[in-house]
């Protein structure tokens, strides 16, 4: 299947900074990418959707001006988060669709752990 | 609105036992594709099936077995004789014919197989 890489694994940061994190397909060119996010021991949670070269589109009760978003070329992008507190600590997937059927199917990255202290 | 919902939180079994993960789902799509993905403590999700709607076969991939019911919106997962190494979280997920594939998970289930 399509190799879809996020970076980094795992990151630590001080309440406050902000911390980007890159989602790359490696092999594909990726329309679309998804932004989840999954609290200890709960489901994944659907934070955006990031379209190549527009405006991301954020789900309800998610801070755009808090979760930037960047989808700048059909093999990238980042997600941002900005002025992170610890309640921000979560783990952050992404996934990439090639909008090319029959392939219908997301492939998902290997997650990033964020303690934010 | 499109859910997915899988009522075991934990099961726990022995080794070389049976185990079935059930799943039901909430669709107003008349096209849309089930998954089922692996999510063992690294994090990493791993892909497991994609059913769509049309296809109500059930598939079997060695000890995985699939039973997809569209009367009972049921797509559930069985584990014939369990090992170890399929501890983990499993998780149900549904997507629509909106031309993205963005998914809408099931709360999973966390599945501990004991030797």
């Known amino acids: 299947g399509a190799v879809v890489s996020q970076h980094p694994s795992w990151v630590i940061c001080k309440s406050g900074t902000s911390v980007k994190i890159e989602c790359r397909s490696l092999?594909?060119?990726?329309?679309?990418m998804f932004w989840y996010r999954q609290f200890p021991k709960q489901s994944l949670m659907l934070m955006a959707t990031?379209?190549?070269?527009?405006?991301?589109?954020?789900e309800q009760g998610v801070e755009k001006d808090k979760f930037l978003i960047n989808h700048a070329s059909l093999t990238l992008s980042t997600l941002t988060v900005t002025s992170a507190h610890p309640e921000d600590s979560s783990f952050y997937i992404c996934?990439?669709?090639?909008?090319?059927?029959?392939?219908?199917?997301?492939?998902f990255g290997q997650g990033t752990r964020l303690t934010v202290v | 609105a499109q859910k997915v919902t899988q009522a075991q939180t934990e099961i726990s079994v022995v080794e070389k036992e049976d185990v079935t993960l059930d799943c039901v789902y909430e669709t107003r799509d008349t096209t849309y594709y089930l998954f089922w993905y692996k999510q063992p403590p690294s994090g990493e999700l791993v892909f497991l099936i994609r059913r769509n709607s049309f296809d109500e076969q059930n598939e079997i991939s060695g000890r995985y077995s699939w039973n997809f019911q569209k009367s009972t919106s049921s797509f559930n997962f069985t584990i014939t004789a369990s090992q170890v190494v399929d501890s983990a979280v499993y998780f149900c997920a549904l997507t629509g014919d909106t031309g993205f594939q963005k998914l809408v998970f099931g709360t999973g289930t966390r599945l501990l197989v004991s030797p």
């Open positions: 990031s379209n190549e070269g527009s405006k991301a589109t954020y």
């Open positions: 092999d594909f060119q990726a329309t679309t």
């Open positions: 996934s990439a669709y090639s909008g090319v059927h029959p392939n219908t199917e997301a492939f």
